[in-house]
């Protein structure tokens, strides 16, 4: 219904000029935030733009100039920005949310993989037996799309071998051997920037590469990528995702606590290099605090806003959080920089603030150690490589006998087999659940409820995609909807069939993927 | 079906229940090095890996069942209270027999059992509160076994049939015993309730007395002054508010779960709050009906007065358990919003053609069942425009 009703009053804002006046006017009297926005503009009414706003979403000019005065809507309109869709699943947030981040010790293995990113793996340049200083660099990034990796301690290179990895499978890895001194000496850092608005936004670009900084929300795309828009896009907005929308997870919540300084740095050093003209830092509204607190740190600065979003899974999802903030919608197949928006975690500025302002290269990151079989759950600041088995010796072990141990969140974390893995630059949290019920896996008949299509935050139809994709459809699981799956399992959650959906699309949806690529190379 | 036989793949990444110890030896070494030597607290615990992800819902198919069985209580105990026992003695027959019917089938078929989902015996209720009061004690276990047997089982069981499996029960019942379907004299204490005319005509449905008062109306020259003004004051009695208060109640001749409106009403805005049923479905339907019976189902009375017919039409026969119920049946209704709401238009404008036009005084069970037919095809026709396509269709246009 609320579609229908959007449908017509964009019908009507496109041929009726006056009668889209009129229900612009309708929703600037009825709410007093978006007077202020309309007003700041400059823009009245809708003659030559597009309201596709609906109740929360910000509106979207169709020509909006990229660079235009922007803003996106305040949390004092008492609603939090949201998007279409979405479920809400149990927090479990208060195992850890009040918990300070601990230092973790020392580890007494450091194991780090090439490949902790998206893209071709670090090329080493240690040896066996070679000495390293905390913070040198162990592998250079091994094409454009790479990160570099370096080493979190002092130490010796035991070996380079293949070692099991979080994606599964074995991958090549820098085993360190720690110094046994207890301390690292002299770190080997970069030369910091103090002033980094007086210094060539390429060199700021090239600073993150050289500190093998990745995207630390989980899908470690390398970050120098990423801030570079293609030839003919340019940035106008750099988004912050401080949603954390996953359950359980908090350690993006403490870091906006404790490090927020950093954070903001991070966003101007942003804003700086995509030379975008408004930051947002976005987080849930289940963080009151660290949305009070990043607003007190900001409130000085003319460019950057903070803003709240409805708590919701997955308000996370990059997609999803630029439609909330900006109600711009990412075409289908496409990436933000085609709305003109830069989306980066919290984490991520955190660790560019490092790399500029002090040299450090991404060798530490906030995590969560949490779950109900945790003695005591811990927000966690790790050297990367930390095998996750002295991690949990710090937190008192697990309660209880069997366990399902995830890396990342419950909802798109990855199961795993085995406690010696090491944390690598996009594990956020370390997950210890009860087993699940035995009916959590046996599948009911798809009573045709509908309940996933009502969810899904990509208006997809996920039990038809889910169906044909294990029929190996091709064709019909396009249709409806397998290649723009974002994976984020709100269909497979809200299921009463307990039907394996998002598992399933999961499985054809990269040969969709790869069809659709081979046909739009066709075209061309 | 080949989704069953491919069920096994997926099964395989979500179930891979490994166990540490076991799995070691085919694992290369590990690295060397002290903390390697050092216990692992690994060896400790047994791992269960599965996909993402790692929660699920509270909600439930057998959940959902109960839920759909209990809202429908409130309109039982209306309809003993109004009718008598024998409404709860029917439905206790038509469930039991229904889900009997379910595990016979299944074991003879040798198929997993799953009459613990409750699907079959919401199928008995539902069937149940689609017969007349009087209907002899084997009519519902016939009408079960066309239920469960022909309408759901030979499709393939929960979530594969294509046709609602109560109504089709009952459409196979009107057509095979028309006259046990469709007798309603025998209800005892509606004599007693109703102090009007409609006392006098008490061995027929509010509905069918409506259409025939309608038809005496549209030609009173064809027959008696006597019959003429019994029609008029049957309309006037019908569309008044003591009449459309007493269908409200549940004071009227009908099936069992036909009589009170309001108690209906009740157990299904429940369901909707609670968000088991999607309000789309009954508001489309029973607003289609509304508005095409209010345009089109008026009647004049040779007085002259114009009588609306709109909320008669609303609160008499099946139109409620109907659209609340029987419309909202989720395997056999569309799974995409827009798609849910043209089911609704659609049905409640074939329920109101049928009701004015048709052969029938009833026409909500066939609206209902034409409808299942055609909710592929409206699936199909209404798959929602993806995030982001409209955005992606403005930028190739441009």
Redesign the interface.
Known sequence: ?T??VEVIARRDCKSFFTSGMEICRRRVKSRPSLRGDLTATGQRGCGSGRVVAKSTAFRYQ?HEPPGAPWRARQPEDGMALTFKGG?H??EFKHFTEDKALVEARR???V?IPLAQHIGAPAKPVVGKGDTLKAGQLLGEPGGFVSAAVHSPVAGKV??I????HAMGG?KPAV?I?PAEDGGDGEWELMEPIAEPGRVEPEKLVERIRAAGIVGMGGATFPTSVKVVPPKGHEFDTVILNGAECE?FLTCDHRLMLERGEKIVRGLEILLQITGARNGVIAIEANKPDAVAHLKELTKDSARISVVKCKVKYPQGAE??LI?AVTG???????LPF??NVLVQNVGTAYAIAEAIYEGKPLVERALTLTGPLVSEPKNLWVRLGT?V??L??QCG??KG??????M?G???????????LPVAKGTSGL?F?P??PPE??T?????????C??IC?????P??AA?YS???NLDEAE???AA?CI?C??C???????R?L???I??LKPSVLKRRAERARAAK | M??ED??A???K???TR?D?PD?APA??K???????K?K???E??????????????K???S??MIAVCAALVPALVGSVLFQGWRSLVLVIIAAVSAVVFEALIQLLTKRKL?IA?GSAALTGVLLAFNLPYGVPWWLPVVGSFAAIAIAKQAFG????NLFNPALVGRAILLASWPVHMTTWDTVPKLANLSGTTIDALSSATPLAVMKHSAAVLAEPGLYDPGAVSQASEAVSQLTGPLGIGKLALGQVGGCIGETSALLLLFGALILIMIGVV?W?IPLSYLGAIFVFTAIFGGVTTPDGTYHFTGLFHLMAGGAMLGALFMATD?????????G??IFGIGAGLLAAIIRLWGGYPEGVSYSILLMNAATPLI?RYT??????????K??ANA
Request: hydrophobic share 35%.
């Open positions: 219904m579609r229908f169709k479920i699943p149990p580890p007494g293995l194991v035991l070996k071998a293949d070692h099991p074995l085993i051997e359950p997609k999803q439609k711009r919608e990412v075409p289908v197949g496409g085609a709305v095998p088995s002295e949990l010796e072990g697990l006998e069997a366990a399902r141990f995830i990342g419950p909802m798109m974390g990855m199961a795993q087999h085995r406690f010696d997950l659940l087993p699940p959590a896996f599948e009911g008949p798809c009573l045709r409820c509908g309940k299509v009502d935050p990509m208006n997809l139809v039990c038809d169906l294990r029929a190996g249709r409806y909807g723009d994976e399992g709100s497979s959650f809200v299921c009463p069939a307990k394996h998002v598992q399933s999961k499985l | 080949s989704v491919n069920k793949q997926p099964d990444a979500a179930e490994s540490k799995k694992k290369p590990k690295a060397p090095g002290k903390a390697v050092k692992d607290p690994v400790l615990y047994e791992l269960s890996v599965s996909n993402a992800p790692h929660l699920k819902g909600a439930k198919t959940k959902i799953t989902d069981g929960l979530g594969y999607d789309r989720m395997v056999t209704t569309p799974v995409t919003k827009g849910r709401i699936d798959t929602p425009k993806f995030f982001g396509s409209r955005r992606a403005e930028a």
